[in-house]
């Protein structure tokens, strides 16, 4: 089976070196030609087109930003006629309701879709231990599990497609909310001059604790917030989609709306491309 990998940003690009580590026949597209150099050295066939990509392969993995990229690279009208016959998988956070009418898309063209969103950053895809959410058919995680499982040690079947892209906003908008509730009591224990040893002693061993809190402490205590493996416009992006479909549910959203802001603040001041800790410099806003 060849796979044609489109989408090679910070997430996509160790994901795809991985199917190449493990001799999967592999052509690869980025609409920034540069990104696929590291690629191209493991054996990679490089596409100039999307639809080239598709053309030449059985099943497509989409590892996008947003639905934007999705439908001007794999929906265009270049792109739509070569689907017959393969596989989607769609694995960036998009809504369930998109990721729907991507389906209803690809069945129409004469394709199979499933979504399978990932939890994890970098590291985690570099050495294959994200977790995998697969949205689809029980018979197409089947058929689809042994590629699955280059990215992840057990892929976990959701329900159908929509399922797994809700889940996946669900744990997002965790991932934004307990980072800025801890930046928030931080910067807080730190105002009143409190030592931040004692404080992360306590937490620590509490029930209160989540991993999260330690991965991001020393970033917010430092003020640097390079080299992400998330960036703030991503977390960004993700918390919109959330407040969109949270409130067409019905959902008071009052509190996420206040992490949007934060998120936005920190955009405002130039860490769009940083970690998403840099919700800590909008938190601290007097310094």
Do not use: H
Not at 21 to 26: D, K, R, S, T
């Amino acid at each position: 089976m060849k796979v044609a990998f489109l989408g090679t940003g910070l997430m996509g690009l160790p994901m795809a070196q991985r199917l190449l580590q493990a001799n999967v026949p592999l052509i690869a597209y980025n609409r920034t030609p540069e990104k696929l150099k590291p690629l191209q050295l493991l054996g990679a066939e490089i596409a100039t087109k999307p639809y080239e990509a598709i053309r030449a392969a059985d099943c497509v993995i989409l590892m996008l930003t947003n639905t934007v990229a999705i439908y001007n690279v794999l929906l265009s009208d270049a792109s739509l006629r070569y689907l017959k016959g393969r596989t989607v998988i769609q694995m960036g956070t998009i809504t369930p309701s998109e990721s729907q009418e991507i389906q209803e898309t690809v069945i129409t063209a004469g394709g199979e879709y499933i979504e399978a969103p990932v939890l994890g950053s970098i590291p985690e895809a570099e050495t294959g231990n994200l977790i995998v959410m697969v949205g689809g058919e029980p018979n197409q995680y089947s058929k689809n599990l042994r590629l699955l499982r280059y990215f992840s040690p057990e892929p976990l079947l959701i329900g159908p497609v929509g399922s797994a892209a809700a889940l996946k906003l669900a744990l997002n908008q965790l991932i934004a909310s307990l980072t800025t509730a801890f930046g928030m009591s931080l910067a807080f224990v730190q105002r009143q001059g409190v030592d931040v040893e004692l404080f992360m002693k306590i937490l620590r061993d509490s029930s209160l604790y989540a991993p999260t809190f330690d991965k991001k402490l020393q970033r917010m205590l430092d003020n640097d917030y390079e080299n992400p493996n998330f960036p703030t416009k991503y977390l960004f992006k993700d918390t919109d989609l959330f407040l969109s479909e949270a409130e067409s549910l019905g959902l008071n959203v009052s509190s996420v709306e206040g992490v949007r802001t934060l998120l936005k603040i920190a955009m405002n001041w130039g860490f769009a491309n940083d970690d998403y800790s840099a919700l800590f410099a909008a938190i601290k806003t007097d310094e």
